[in-house]
């Protein structure tokens, strides 16, 4: 079956440790993306990638990293930078064309 | 970044009862979606809607992509108690290339049996 993998579900660092959170697709999506969802936020962007080798900033970027090296792989890296990293991540996918998002089921990251 | 005005925040209704939902923009969109998200998971598409004034059903869901097209609503009818979740609108703009969406804050729904 096709789908968004993302692992692990839930992850657990101290606090100045950078983490790294994979997503994995098999959908032949070209375009690729992560959102932190946090209570009463909703969605909220941090970086896209629409082909390999290229990604851009979302609307919260800061404190991350991502790579795009292989079309279906876009890890996320949260850095000692971001002043809070607890959160559920989102890892999506889509065609090309502007076609709805599909979403991996998520990653719960706690920083103490 | 911008983000949809959606309401309401929450809703507790009872098992049977016809729920509405809706979501509003400043701004044009050429797409709006609904998706529903269960705990410990990730949103799934419920309705994909591209053409203003358009009205689309899913089984018990009716979703409308408003005349303005800065606007679009959920119905969910005679609710049951697997409804309960998350329910998040989002808009796209269609520019060039892939437009990133822009998500409500989501309506919490509860079911009473």
């Known amino acids: 079956d096709g789908g968004i993998t993302q692992s692990p579900k839930y992850l657990f660092r101290k606090e100045g440790q950078n983490v790294t959170l994979s997503c994995e697709q098999n959908l032949n999506h070209d375009a690729m993306y992560w959102y932190r969802q946090d209570p009463g936020q909703g969605l909220r962007l941090i970086y896209y990638?629409?082909?390999?080798?290229?990604?851009q900033k979302g609307d919260i970027a800061e404190g991350y990293s991502v790579s795009r090296e292989k079309k279906e792989s876009f890890p996320l890296t949260v850095t000692s930078a971001q002043k809070n990293p607890t959160a559920f991540y989102l890892c999506a996918s889509s065609t090309k064309q502007n076609s709805p998002l599909h979403f991996g089921n998520g990653t719960r990251l706690t920083v103490t | 970044g911008q983000q949809l005005n959606q309401s309401p925040q929450s809703m507790f209704i009872q098992e049977g009862e016809d729920v509405s939902m809706n979501c509003t923009s400043s701004?044009?969109?050429?797409?709006w979606l609904w998706y529903k998200q269960e705990p410990g998971e990730g949103p799934v598409l419920l309705i994909a809607?591209?053409?203003?004034?358009e009205l689309t059903s899913n089984g018990r869901l009716t979703a409308q992509f408003g005349i303005t097209r800065k606007d679009s609503f959920l119905n969910i009818s005679a609710s049951i108690p697997s409804d309960v979740g998350i329910y998040f609108c989002?808009?796209?703009?269609?520019?060039?290339?892939?437009?990133?969406?822009?998500f409500g804050k989501g309506t919490r729904l509860s079911v009473i049996a």
């Open positions: 701004s044009i969109f050429n797409t």
């Open positions: 809607l591209y053409k203003a004034g």
């Open positions: 990638s629409q082909i390999v080798n290229d990604f």
């Open positions: 989002a808009g796209q703009r269609r520019v060039s290339g892939n437009t990133p969406l822009v």
